[in-house]
């Protein structure tokens, strides 16, 4: 569990106040993720305001914020554009419904099987996702209403403001942290861009250039009751099921990898099926009541770390002041520079990247620099879940290469006129090839012991690579004796008939990864 390492009112100040600082960077990420997915800015807040209150009350990390996101956002895209909203709720709460029975089946464990490359990828690949994203609002609609890049003083304003924003988070902190220097950051910008006038793009700006509409406003009501108008058949089930479990699978892969990497920074550990749990009630009552859902974010879950919250209600916090500025406070949230947001996740990125990556290269092994390079590009050019598991599976490809080439063998005849094999090794699929170049049935004697002691059947192709070279002793009338095999691989060797010959006194004990069924 979570240890707090403050004192209780300390504590309980720092998640407040960080909760306001994560509140205020949601609020232009969860409308910008609302439009990559073709919905109205309301669904996206209500989503970012149910994901992270539920994800911080029942979750398994507390510290980590959750709300839409755009990894998930570029999924639903397609959904909404031909079928429209109402089959986006659906798809969320199936997808809640999947995450839910991941966590109680106890499947967050997997995310042990992540190697750290995968790991170094996947943060150097959201970390350039998140500055990418933020290269958008150097961007304003022209005349003729296509966006262009800003030029002039307008963009040497905005780098000032940026700049500015960067170096109180910076080195405030040395000053004090009785106050998060973000939150501090993002009320001084303010005051100056509206104290000397400044020619500055604000939150509203950047809602009225993505709505076309001036008057456009965050402010909305309560999220309420709705259960999504689908008919419900087995049609309705074809279309959303796809969509559902890249969902549900994106979402908890994103959210145990940021759950991986927050408990490295605090030193504590978080509750990976627990999280599934909480992410999967998130997304089911985003079905009921009308938010495009979502999963953990790295960058507000940065945010809220540095900013100094570490407890559950640091995102309670951050949740009910979301929804406070969609009730009440939206003209002030609308008010906000877009720079000193830009300036915040631009620190993010610099804390989020891991630099030491650079002073690894040569190293550490030339597959691991690859594993790590390619999940980086992978994140930044698909998305994240396509990217880890691309990742796991070339790394596993590695592994296997390399343990496949640890296959040796010691031959050499006994007093008695018997060949001995002492196997050094693993068998397993991918040492067969250099398991059956060790024997020579030919050329042996009639008699022929292979010993397992220093080698271990890992699969079921051990097995059968075993079940073959029998038959290649048997065909020539020749006995085989194997040694140190445990009892389960005798079992399975149904091929060898009587020619094999098993010493059961010194039979290992362990089980072999196989389909077949004793």
Known sequence: MFQLTCPGRMCVKNDILSGLTVSLALVPEAIAFAFVAGVEPLVGLYAAFMMGLIAAVIG???????????AMAVVMVALVSEHGVEYLFAAVLLAGIFQILAGVLRLGKFIRMVPHPVMLGFVNGLAIVIFLAQLKQFQVVGADGSLE???????????????????????????????????????????????FDLDARTVQ???????????????GGLPSFHIPEVPFTLEMLYIILPYSLILAAIGLIESLLTLTLID????????????????GVGNTVNGFFGGMGGCAMIGQSMININSGGKGRLSGIAAALFLLAFILVGSS?????????????????????????????????PLADTFVGILVAVVTVLTDLAIAVIVGVIVSALVFAWEHAKQMQAKAFVNEDGVKIYELQGPLFFGSIHAFNNIFNPHNDPDHVIVDFYDSRVADHS????????AERYQRLGKQLELKHLSEECRILLNKAGDLVEVDLLTDPKYHVADDRIA
Not at 153 to 171: A, R
Not at 264 to 279: A, M, P, S, V, Y
Not at 462 to 469: H, K, Q, R, T, Y
């Open 60 to 70: 398994g990390r507390p510290g980590m914020i959750s709300g839409a996101t755009g």
């Open 149 to 195: 890049w800003m030029s002039g003083s307008i963009l040497w304003i905005m780098l000032s403001l940026i700049l500015l924003t960067m170096l109180i988070i910076k080195f405030l902190p040395r000053l004090t942290t009785a106050i998060p220097a973000s939150l501090v950051a993002i009320v001084v910008v303010t005051a100056i861009v509206f104290g």
């Open 205 to 219: 700006d950047v809602l009225a250039d993505m709505t076309g509409d001036p008057t456009a406003s965050i402010a």
């Open 264 to 279: 490295e920074l605090t030193e504590t550990r978080g509750r990976g099926n627990q999280e599934c749990i909480g992410q």
């Open 332 to 364: 002030l949230i609308e008010m906000i520079p877009v720079a000193v947001l830009v300036g915040v996740m631009f620190i993010v990125v610099l804390g989020t990247f891991e630099w030491a990556s650079f002073r690894l290269l040569g190293k550490i």
């Open 462 to 469: 051990g097995l059968e690579a075993i079940d073959a070279l």
